[in-house]
T-cell receptor
Framework: DIQMTQSPSSLSASVGDRVTITCRAS??????LNWYQKKPGTAPKLLIY???SLESGVPSSFSGSGSGTDFTLTISSLQPGDFATYYC?????????FGPGTKVDIK | EVHLVESGGGLVQPGRSLRLSCAAS????????MHWVRQAPGKGLEWVSG????????LYADSVKGRFTISRDNAKNSLYLQMNGLRVDDTALYYC????????WGYGMDGWGQGTTVTVSS
């Protein structure tokens, strides 16, 4: 099975900050990497699919990059609604594993 | 607009069974593969199972293989998860989710329900 890791596991940031979260796969997954935002009490929301494609309706402040084993989610200017937990997920092969998550909270 | 509504969760004793349902609307259900994903209390997201549009491909996480069975009824726009031999560590909020592109597993899940809670406890 492909293992997904994320770093950091949590971070504190201020509104307006640039935030970068990294995700690493235990083997190459090409560009089959997706990013989700999860807030308490709400369903996960797809932000980025295929490593760098922005999901419809998602602010352009979110961007993704990477291929192979190393990927990055960047929030260029953190907004109040962006405080959440972010998960990467590989969709290269089953089981379609998620990373452990990165919690972004207010500094 | 994609609308997914899970039901069937509840409190059950270890070793017992439960069947979850997911009612879909707002899209051509029979064109899309579907997933079940769960989140245990205080934990992260865990992919559980997936089924292709015509049930030709069925996939499971190792943690549920042999105990859970995914199925779908395209005529009823419904997805199911039969859970047998439930264990305490199956306690979670269970979501059904739609793949982003018909005919492909590879591009994430763009539609999610609000989840149904399964609690396994004696």
């Amino acid at each position: 099975d492909i293992q997904m890791t994320q770093s950091p596991s949590s971070l504190s940031a201020s509104v307006g900050d640039r935030v970068t979260i990294t995700c690493r796969a235990s083997q190459s997954i090409s560009s089959f990497l997706n990013w989700y935002q999860k807030k308490p009490g709400t369903a996960p929301k797809l932000l980025i699919y295929a490593a760098s494609s922005l999901e419809s309706g998602v602010p352009s402040s979110f961007s993704g990059s990477g291929s192979g084993t190393d990927f990055t989610l960047t929030i260029s200017s953190l907004q109040p609604g962006d405080f959440a937990t972010y998960y990467c997920q590989q969709s290269y092969t089953a089981p379609f594993t998620f990373g452990p998550g990165t919690k972004v909270d207010i500094k | 607009e994609v609308h997914l509504v899970e039901s069937g969760g509840g409190l059950v004793q270890p070793g017992r069974s439960l069947r979850l349902s997911c009612a879909a609307s707002g899209f051509a259900f029979d064109d899309y593969a579907m997933h079940w994903v769960r989140q245990a209390p205080g934990k992260g997201l865990e992919w559980v199972s997936g089924i292709s549009w015509r049930s030709g491909t069925i996939l499971y996480a190792d943690s549920v293989k042999g105990r859970f069975t995914i199925s779908r009824d395209n005529a009823k726009n419904s997805l199911y998860l039969q859970m047998n031999g439930l264990r305490v560590d199956d306690t979670a909020l269970y979501y059904c989710a739609k793949v982003r592109y018909s005919g492909s597993w590879g591009y994430g899940m763009d539609g999610w329900g609000q989840g149904t809670t399964v609690t396994v406890s004696s």
